[in-house]
Nanobody, 124 residues
Framework: QVHLVESGGGSVQAGGSLILSCAASGNTASITYLTWFRQAPGKEREGVATITKGTGIPYYTDSVKGRFTISRDIAKNTMYLQMTSLKPEDTAMYYC?????????????????WGQGTQVHVSS
């Protein structure tokens, strides 16, 4: 079993930056893919960025390409999401998750370990 804890959310103005962290514990050796999801009020949960733990290969949804960077520190069992040029439409609860079946898998249904989430609010 994998336990995930997010941190780093907050409120920023449009154009600002935030760095989210996701600390993993438990059976971390079983993790192949780590992914950031987000869910805004009234909307479905969507995959934002995913990374292959072993190779570090990232994959992004189109709306965040060029603005968000996903990375991981294997020694610290921690994943990061650096968010720049934030927009009001980035406002959401951000979750990290472990699971997935292939590189670039952004389907929420493919993930079986989830954190509790960290809130990001971007004001205009």
């Amino acid at each position: 079993q994998v336990h995930l804890v997010e941190s780093g959310g907050g409120s920023v103005q449009a154009g600002g930056s935030l760095i989210l962290s996701c600390a993993a514990s438990g059976n971390t050796a079983s993790i192949t893919y780590l992914t950031w999801f987000r869910q805004a009020p009234g909307k479905e949960r969507e995959g934002v960025a995913t990374i292959t733990k072993g190779t570090g290969i990232p994959y992004y949804t189109d709306s965040v390409k060029g603005r968000f960077t996903i990375s991981r520190d294997i020694a610290k069992n921690t994943m990061y999401l650096q968010m720049t040029s934030l927009k009001p439409e980035d406002t959401a609860m951000y979750y990290c998750a472990a699971g997935g079946f292939y590189v670039g898998d952004l389907r929420p249904s493919a993930y079986d370990s989830w954190g509790q989430g960290t809130q990001v609010h971007v004001s205009s």
